[in-house]
């Protein structure tokens, strides 16, 4: 296990330029839970005197790849290229300047706020920093449960607890945790909780953010294993973010290699 926390360079990934007509064809084509077609993100850093934007930052810039059911691709990259405002757009966490996500069948650049909040539990996201995405003022019963209660509102609150349990349960943690504060547990039990917030809801797709960056290397590897237990037991597919080519080759079926908002690498997220 000790190769998958070594750093590894991405800068002599050679770049591929295959014809973009053939790259779109693959994706209509291929069987993909997940397809993103000409995805863009801008955002504005400066405005003309009617506030009108006249100069962008283009963080992500014509992106297109294909994930599908039950597997794991790894968008790989240095900081700052792009990678995670990638993930949060697919999930429409940011608005969607041009392009398609395309989900099931379903453009989630195209579907209203209401259409959304019901696609909800089928998409999740694991944040990356276990200390900062945790609201320290709640306890672990309601930070795991509140997605569950936004969703199935008619759960009684034994029926949430039980399943507040099962989901500690299966990422390691004890049912008696769920009464306790996110600053009585380690960086790795707190990414643990991360976890089962976003499993509660059974999702059938998680953007995984770099979700072991801020992680001592002597627990990296268990979430990584976490993380692949619960994909063969559930299905899961995984768009996995990290910058570490090592630990993309342990967790990813495929890689695609993201510079400066652009995707460099293609064949790799061609089949699964």
Known sequence: MSDITKNTTIENIPEETPEQAELDRLIDEGDYILKVKHLKKYFPVATDFFGRPTQYVRAVDDVTFGVKAG?????????????????????????????????????????????MRKLRPEIQMIFQDPMASLNERAKVDYIVSEGLMNVQKRLSKE????????????????????????????????QRIGIARAL???????????????????????????????????????LFIAHDLSVMRYISDRIAVIRKGKKVFHKAVLAC
């Open 200 to 238: 509660i809801v059974e999702p059938e797709f998680i953007v995984a953010d770099e979700p072991i960056s801020a992680l001592d290397m002597s627990i990296r590897a268990q979430v990584l294993n976490l993380l692949r237990q619960l994909q063969k037991q559930r299905g899961i597919t995984y």
């Open 159 to 190: 029926e949430r607890e039980a399943k507040v349990s099962k989901a500690l349960s299966d990422v390691g943690l004890l049912p008696e945790f769920a009464s306790r504060f996110p600053h009585e547990f380690s960086g790795g039990q707190r």
């Open 71 to 115: 597997c794991t691709v790894g968008i790989v990259g240095e900081s700052g290229c792009g990678k995670t405002t990638m993930g949060r757009t697919i999930l429409r966490l940011h608005s969607v300047t041009g392009g398609e996500v395309v989900f099931e069948g379903k453009d989630l650049a195209k579907l209203s706020n209401a259409e």
